[in-house]
């Protein structure tokens, strides 16, 4: 089973800065299989980047996915207020889906 | 775009067994290559796929939960639906449906099932 491992577990950012998120994995992904959510208090989690890099339908030009093999990264280019969220990596393979524990994005 | 209803009991009793249907509407559940997925989230924690099946009825468990879980799709329906046997308080969570390819662009709302006597 692949294990995923987000870092920071907290990132404390004001709005219209630059937020730098991290996904590990244990061993290599296909970048078409790493996707990133964003979830809101109460909320179902929303589709961001699909493919490591392909943003989802109606998500803003902000966000931005990279990276292959075992490191990725999401960045968003300038928070906004509603992006302060937790966000959460996933990946398929062998079979299997499993998620990042999750990066908390708060307000400084 | 593909709408996803969760539903089933809110309470569940130790050692019982919890049944969750999703409803789906917006799309036939036999006509896309999509994978049906139950993903749960206990509260204030992340999240944790349960299991997925694709279209063509094959089922996909994980490993941590597999002898406990089964996942079936009432064609007739378009509903999809979660057993989990032998629960515990671990298992207290936010239950969610989705649906997508390796992804899920698709959500219902959740349904809070908690386990306890």
């Known amino acids: 089973e692949i294990v995923l491992t987000q870092s920071p577990g907290t990132l404390s950012l004001s709005p219209g800065e630059r937020a730098t998120l991290s996904c590990r994995a244990s061993q290599s992904v296909s970048n078409s299989y790493l996707a990133w959510y964003q979830q809101k208090p109460g909320q179902a989690p929303r589709l961001l980047i699909y493919g490591t890099s392909s943003r989802a339908s109606g998500i803003p030009g902000r966000f931005s996915g990279s990276g292959s093999g075992t490191d990725f990264t999401l960045t968003i280019s300038r928070l906004e207020p509603e992006d302060f969220a937790v966000y959460y990596c996933?990946?398929?393979?062998?079979?299997?889906?499993?998620f990042g524990q999750g990066t908390k994005v708060e307000i400084k | 775009q593909l709408q996803l209803q969760e539903s089933g009991p809110g309470l569940v009793k130790p050692s019982e067994t919890l049944s969750l249907t999703c409803t789906v509407s917006?799309?036939?559940?036999?006509?896309?290559?999509?994978?049906w997925a139950w993903i749960r989230q206990p509260p204030g924690k992340g999240l944790e796929w349960i299991g997925s099946?694709?279209?063509?009825?094959?089922?996909y468990q994980n490993p941590s939960l597999e002898s406990r879980v089964t996942i079936s799709v009432d064609t007739s329906k378009n509903q999809f639906s979660l057993k989990l046997s032998s629960v515990t308080a671990a298992d207290t969570a936010v239950y969610y449906c989705?649906?997508?390819?390796?992804?899920?662009?698709?959500w219902g709302q959740g349904t809070l099932v908690t386990v306890s006597s």
């Open positions: 996933q990946q398929y393979g062998y079979s299997r889906w499993t």
């Open positions: 917006g799309g036939s559940i036999d006509s896309s290559s999509y994978y």
């Open positions: 099946i694709y279209y063509t009825g094959s089922t």
């Open positions: 989705a649906t997508g390819g390796y992804n899920y662009d698709s």
